[in-house]
């Protein structure tokens, strides 16, 4: 497409290189851009270039965020005895979306996954066993994704934990709210029927 | 999601103002740029905030571009007298990779849209009507898309081009190649048995 001015050329390009964009959505993003205000697309691009600015790991939790401890940490209403375990930062967002959870998070920003050469040294693992060693932790909750790698990565946090005295849990498994039976996967309904709860 | 750091928030808004992008595609977009390089988020910063700089109208057939005339219309290889008129600049890229069309563009830059309150003044079919006055074009071919409004634009150019000595043509109508008769509107259908060419 060398007839395309090269800025226009250049944001096509910038957008195909995100996950699940290809060519074409790139194209259209980027006229859909073109025909925005010019102070808009401005601030979308200012946005991206101070992204990173200032952004760092809560030194307790591993949080993005802009100071050295993170707002959830930080806040004293929350319950720093139970932490939630979390793969990455967009299931920790997902949890405070849905819950009541009060209590705090650990983000992994990962999970073991020997195809893709990550090791448990390359996840916040041992910030974990750190913060669960310093005492007065009463629960650790797994929820990590229902994965092979997340089973891995549960099963290396409970072995690293053992002797601690600590209660482990984990999500439920069950039949997702809206789901359908019929279409569910043997090892869900195996897990809902054992764990069934009373009307 | 008060506890995300600003900058964040921001990216995520400014994302999922785009077409086609949920809160959640803009999270997940916004949390895979910060596990890029720095530097690679600041280059797609400035691709978008120099989108805009220095992009202009050409002269001759609205194309996008940063000179006075065009790519296309300055090439001299290029036969000036036959000119395809396309909705928008998507249609005229996806036009440029497929055919080896040897004319000349005239990019309207919408359709007629009574709905959506787009008049004929809103759009350049003014300037579609001079070059054709300015005589020595044979060949007017309308890609409009196929849907009411392409067809009530189509009508609009070729009830202004009457008395003019041009041809006018239109895109065939068919089963696209890969398509399925089965699946295939019933118009579709009626256009393609009334269009079709010997073996």
Known sequence: ?????????????E???LPGIGTKSAERLTFYLLRKRDQDV???G??????KQGINYCQICSNLCTKDIC????????NKNVICVVEEMLDLIAMEKASDFKGVFHVLHGVIS?????????????????????????????????SMEGEATAAYIVRNLEGQ?????????????GGDLEYADT??????????SQY
């Open 165 to 177: 005295d600590v209660k482990i849990t984990r999500l439920a498994r069950g039949i997702p709210v």
């Open 114 to 146: 020997p195809v893709e050469g990550v090791g448990p040294d390359e996840l916040r693992i041992a910030e974990l066993i750190s913060r669960v060693k310093a005492g007065d932790i009463e629960e650790i909750i797994l929820a990590l994704n229902p």
């Open 71 to 78: 707002g959830i940490c930080q806040n004293e209403s929350r």
């Open 42 to 44: 401005r601030e979308f």
């Open 46 to 51: 200012d946005a991206l270039t101070g992204l």
């Open 15 to 17: 957008f195909s290189k």
């Open 1 to 13: 497409m060398s007839h395309l001015p090269e800025n226009i050329q250049r944001t096509i390009e």
């Open 187 to 196: 090892q869900t309904l195996r897990q809902a029927m054992q764990n069934r």
